[in-house]
Structures are given as C-alpha cells and as structure tokens.
C-alpha cells in the first residue's frame, strides 16, 4: 500500500526566513511529486511539480527530489504572511495495478509570523 | 481559461437520502478524478475517468458511491443512503492525460445530518 508521510505541524516561521517542508514515500516505483497549498476551506492549489532527481526552482519555491531515499522537500523563500496554509504533498504512481489517483499526505501546517 | 467548477459548492442531505454531485472540468481536459478530503486530511483518491470509461474506481468506499461521464466532459458522482461518515469535501481534478499535472475545482462540502 502506497504512503506518503508528512509533519503535521504547526511549523512555525518568522516572515522573512525559509520555510521547510518535509515528505517521505513507501512506494520506490513512484513517478511523479507534487507539492499543493490549501487555505483553509478551500480546495487544494498547485504549487510546483517534480519528477527527476534534485532541485527545481520556481519564484521563491523550490523542490527537491531524492528518490534513493524517497523523500521531497519544498523549500520557501523570503516567507510571507499569505504562505501560512497546509502544504499537501502528493505522489503519483504509473503502474499496471493500483490506483491511478495522487496519494496525499496529510498534510503540514505552515504558520508565518509576522 | 475557466478552470475545474463543481456543483453544489455546499449540500446538506439527511441520513439515507440520495445525493448527486456535479463536476466540470477544464475544457480539452480527458482525465477526471474524484477524491474525498475529511477534516485534517489529505485527499483520499475515488475513482479516475480515462474519456466517458471509469479506468479505475478502486477508490470507492463501497456500492452505494457511483459516478459516470456519460460524454467524456462532465462527471457525476452519486451517492445512495447516505451515512453520516459521508461528511467531507468532495473535490474533483481533471489532467490532460493520466501523467499530466491534476488541477482542482473548489469542491462539495457535504453534510450528511
């Protein structure tokens, strides 16, 4: 069975800093990671996607991916107040059998304080 | 372009009733996903529409979820007797294809009394 595990939080960051979010997955054949951020009570919005081995920058966010040891991060830059949200990690995995759906995390809390 | 839309954006039923969710994807898009996300959870995956054919609904809890894409665009999720477990935010997700990136609608927030 496919898991994808996070830190619940609350992480809490000063505005300004770097913010860290952590990820681990169970399933070594998994193809494709993506990072979402969902404000509460709303529905869950893209924020970057990876599929190869190191980093990818995008503005102030930036994924890493080592899948020798099954893990994605997303880094935040200069973090302000308008990050604070659950960031959903999610991985996809192209098989024959299995779901064909994102498996989600739970998610983790991110606070930025002004 | 418009993105994913869902209809209703909230419903309230009561236990045992029937209840059908709507969803509209983005236009061009032939993958279609339903996922269902209760309180402090992530995303739990349903089923998955490859055109009007359901390529995978290994995610249904059980016989009383059922959806269709009669047409290959919008999808309906169906949900018979409804239990008070049912209680959660029901999102749909359309790609271009099984690989490409998922994109969400604003969800149906169900509460079943």
């Known amino acids: 069975q496919k898991e994808v595990e996070q830190n619940s939080g609350p992480l809490s960051v000063p505005e300004g800093a770097i913010a860290s979010l952590n990820c681990t997955y169970s399933d070594r054949v998994s193809q494709s990671f993506f990072w979402y951020r969902q404000y509460s009570g709303k529905s869950p919005e893209l924020i970057m996607s990876?599929?190869?081995?190191g980093d990818k920058e995008d503005g102030r966010f930036t994924a890493q991916l080592n899948k020798a040891s099954q893990y994605v991060s997303l880094l935040i830059r200069d973090s302000q107040p308008s990050d604070s949200a659950t960031y959903l990690c999610a991985v996809n995995t192209y098989s024959g059998g299995g779901a064909d759906g994102l498996t989600f995390g739970k998610g983790t809390h991110l606070i930025i304080q002004p | 372009g418009a993105g994913v839309s869902q209809t209703p954006s909230n419903k309230v039923t009561e236990k045992g009733k029937y209840v059908e969710l709507r969803c509209d994807p983005i236009?061009?898009?032939?993958?279609l996903y339903w996922y269902r996300q209760s309180l402090g959870q992530g995303p739990e995956f349903l089923i998955y529409f490859q055109g009007t054919g359901a390529a995978d609904d290994s995610g249904l809890p059980n016989d009383r979820f059922f959806a269709v894409r009669p047409e290959g665009s919008v999808s309906t999720l169906k949900i018979q007797r409804t239990e008070r477990g049912d209680s959660a935010m029901y999102l749909c997700?359309?790609?271009?294809?099984?690989?490409?990136?998922?994109?969400f609608g604003p969800g149906t927030r169900l509460l079943v009394l």
């Open positions: 990876i599929y190869s081995n």
């Open positions: 997700a359309s790609s271009l294809g099984k690989q490409e990136t998922q994109y």
């Open positions: 236009s061009g898009h032939t993958a």
